[in-house]
């Protein structure tokens, strides 16, 4: 049954885009898109600038109206409605509160406009402002606090509201990473304890993968792929995710395939494929060029491995980042701890074969080969 | 290649009530084909630092010089100075080419068409942008703006670059690409570099010798590996490493049952705290962050919230019991 049927509410989802595209002159924002959104889920929606991340959410809001598609909440047809006729409460990176009321009011607004009492939406908004230390402000304007604090306020004007869907559009974006985290644990933890929906976009793919139950990656207006942060990193729907998820992304190497056997030339070894039966049907045709993904944390140093140059090794903190030279790229792998490597050196390198990923060379889609082997080519 | 230094350097803006204090006796030496990285938060006095060396700004207190030749007051156009800003300073109405030409034709010291030539060709190699060369700034994206705006500043040739938070407004991974090349451009050109972050994962992928500036005071300068090890005080830990560095009062630590030290706080990076589960332990694991090749757990013990980093997979389970053991020798002590 869909929810097109008419009696359709479905407990278990927040709200759905059924082939929901926007176009804004002749750019596409977003190609027809179909999502759903669990109630009680923490999704994440992770893309670079212009690939309609912030579109999606102006839609949900009712900021914008889709040129064609439907959008459902709460198992009622919302693609028409107005932002303030919808259940969400948003904030968006630039939102702003009103310049004309202090703090406090900008807090209570929402409740108030709700009919709650004046003296039960201080209360509820001064718990909030609190929560984000700003509470302190509560009796001054918004104009002369930092962008931080604002973007504090706006949140926790946000959080006062039980409503059906939270979506935030980067909202901490002026905040130093570390507050960032700290605020965005807190924040989620208080979310899960009230069964709340929420969508949070962000560039930042860390924090799309740390705080997502499910994680959207987004591309030019297309969604690319829809799955656990865990799914998506270990098993990426094509090469832009495989780049883009993951810190640093996934190397890629250029391979060829000669029946079973996927070749890699610039390192001088080769891998023995089992191309799945999904692979045999789907495939149908004989491929000369893939791609090879494997995570750095899966390449290892070890004796009579492939021997590559040392580019650079950059401190992160935790761990330490070995980035190797290989032809006019670069293969990465982390460093063991308290192991060192000088610029220049060569390192031997390898990599078990069920940690390998295959792309199609054309497309770049997840291909659902397995290696079942690795070996060096003679000669090397 | 000259090595410039400043000394004892400050500087104040405004007067009264409204005087900020910016920069406030600084001491900092830039050696040869070295790239330092100034690491500090918005309003620590980092792009301020920055104008000073460029000769945009003149310290009201101390002297700059360069080898044994004071510069303390010399104008901008003399100082053979580079500098990018975050904001990418590009003619809108000049072609890719005519924008790297322009510096050259217009600034000090004629140089000959053909250098001209030479210089642009090296340095539109350098950076990927041939195919870039006939369009319009209006035209490119925001990482290839920058790399022009780079790439006006390398045609110069100078003796020292000084970049502002020049990655500010691009993507994450666009960020990490750039910062890659930055650091190629650095080797190949072997000039000295200046770059000032507010991103501490940015300044520690980078740095060979990193400066930690907050409020307009140095507070420690260093590889950013020792850094890391052996910060100054509790702000430099807490300015460096993602997750951040946990960070306890006496009267915590005591809660906590830590062993103590030396000192007033104490700081322990999560990658030193272990965890492993325990049905009578004294922590609670709250929720995982995983990072695809680590994870970090976020624990509550004592009332406090403790992270940990884990390579890999804890195979733990938020709201399990867990129990905490730290080394006393990984506990670093502040006295402030």
């Known amino acids: 049954m869909t929810i097109a049927d008419g009696n359709g509410f479905e407990p278990e989802v927040a709200a759905r885009l059924e082939g929901v595209a926007k176009t804004f002159g002749k750019t596409l924002a977003l190609a027809p898109l179909d999502l759903e959104i669990r109630r009680g889920e923490f999704l994440t929606v992770l893309g670079p600038s212009g690939c309609g991340k912030s579109t999606l959410m102006r839609l949900l809001a009712g900021l914008e109206f889709p040129d064609i598609g439907s959008l459902w909440q709460g198992g009622k047809d919302v693609t028409r409605l107005s932002a303030d006729h919808r259940d969400v409460a948003l904030v968006f990176q630039l939102f702003t509160l009103y310049p004309h009321l202090t703090v406090l009011d900008n807090v209570t607004f929402p409740l108030r406009a709700r009919g709650m009492a004046a003296s039960e939406a201080e209360g509820l908004a001064l718990h909030w402002l609190r929560f984000f230390e700003v509470d302190h402000f509560s009796r001054l304007k918004p104009k002369g606090l930092s962008q931080g604090d604002r973007q504090k306020i706006a949140m926790a004007r946000a959080l006062v509201r039980q409503a059906g869907l939270f979506l935030f559009d980067e909202p901490f974006s002026a905040l130093d990473p570390g507050t960032r985290e700290s605020l965005w644990e807190r924040v989620r933890m208080e979310l899960a304890a009230r069964g709340a929906t929420a969508i949070l976009v962000t560039h930042d793919q860390t924090e799309a993968m740390a705080l997502g139950d499910r994680l959207a990656v987004m591309r030019r207006g297309q969604l690319q792929q829809c799955d656990t942060p865990a799914k998506v990193y270990e098993r990426p729907a094509n090469v832009f995710v495989a780049d883009f998820v993951g810190r640093p992304g996934m190397n890629l190497l250029s391979a060829r395939k000669f029946g079973e056997w996927v070749q890699v030339d610039e390192l001088a070894m080769r891998m023995r494929v089992s191309e799945g039966v999904a692979g045999l049907l789907k495939q149908g045709r004989e491929m000369d060029h893939c791609l090879v993904g494997i995570r750095p944390e899966w390449v290892v140093i070890a004796d009579g491995g492939v021997p590559l140059p040392v580019e650079h090794v950059a401190a992160l903190g935790p761990a330490n980042l070995l980035e190797l030279r290989l032809g006019n790229g670069l293969v990465r792998s982390w460093l063991p701890s308290g192991v060192k490597k000088n610029r220049g050196e060569s390192v031997p390198i390898q990599w078990m074969a069920s940690a390998c990923r295959f792309f199609d060379g054309e497309t770049g889609e997840l291909l659902s080969w397995k290696a079942l082997e690795v070996e060096c080519l003679p000669g090397n | 290649m000259p090595t410039w230094k400043l000394s004892g350097v400050g500087k104040a803006f405004g007067r009264g009530n409204g005087r900020v204090e910016a920069l406030r006796d600084i001491d900092l030496t830039v050696a040869d084909h070295e790239l330092l990285i100034i690491l500090g938060p918005a309003g620590s006095g980092k792009s301020t630092l920055l104008r000073l060396l460029a000769g945009l700004e003149f310290a009201d207190t101390g002297t700059l010089s360069r080898d044994e030749e004071d510069m303390t007051r010399l104008p901008p156009d003399r100082r053979d100075i580079a500098m ?38 090296t340095a539109v190699e350098m950076l990927g942008i041939g195919d870039l060369l006939d369009r319009h700034p209006g035209t490119l994206s925001g990482g290839e703006l920058q790399r022009v705006a780079i790439g006006r500043s390398l045609v110069r040739r100078p003796s020292l670059f000084l970049f502002d938070e020049p990655l500010i407004n691009l993507d994450a991974k666009l960020r990490e690409g750039l910062r890659s090349e930055l650091h190629r451009i650095q080797r190949e050109t072997r000039t000295a570099m200046v770059y000032a972050t507010h991103d501490q994962a940015e300044a520690m992928a980078l740095a060979d010798k990193l400066a930690i500036l907050d409020r307009g005071r140095l507070l420690q300068i260093g590889g950013p590996e020792m850094i890391y090890a052996r910060p100054a005080d509790s702000r430099v830990a807490r300015l460096l490493g993602m997750p951040p560095i946990n960070l306890f009062s006496l009267e915590q630590a005591k809660a906590l049952g830590l062993p103590l030290g ?14 492993v589960a325990d049905r009578e332990g004294s922590a609670t694991l709250s929720a995982i962050e995983r990072l695809g090749h680590a994870e970090v757990l976020v624990l509550e013990a004592a009332g406090q919230i403790l992270r940990a980093y884990v390579q890999g997979h804890s195979g733990l389970n938020p709201g399990e019991r867990v129990k905490l053991t730290v080394e006393p020798q990984n506990l670093l002590w502040f006295k402030r």
């Not at chain 2, 809108?92 to 034709?105: A, D």
């Not at chain 2, 030396?262 to 965890?275: K, Q, T």
């Open chain 2, 262 to 275: 030396d000192g007033s706080f104490a700081g322990l990076r999560p990658e030193f705290l272990s965890v």
């Open chain 2, 84 to 121: 990018v800003f975050q904001n990418f300073a590009v003619y809108p109405h000049l072609t890719v080419k005519e924008n790297l030409v322009f510096p050259l034709r217009h600034g000090r010291g004629g140089i000959s068409s053909q250098d001209i030539e030479k210089r642009v060709i």
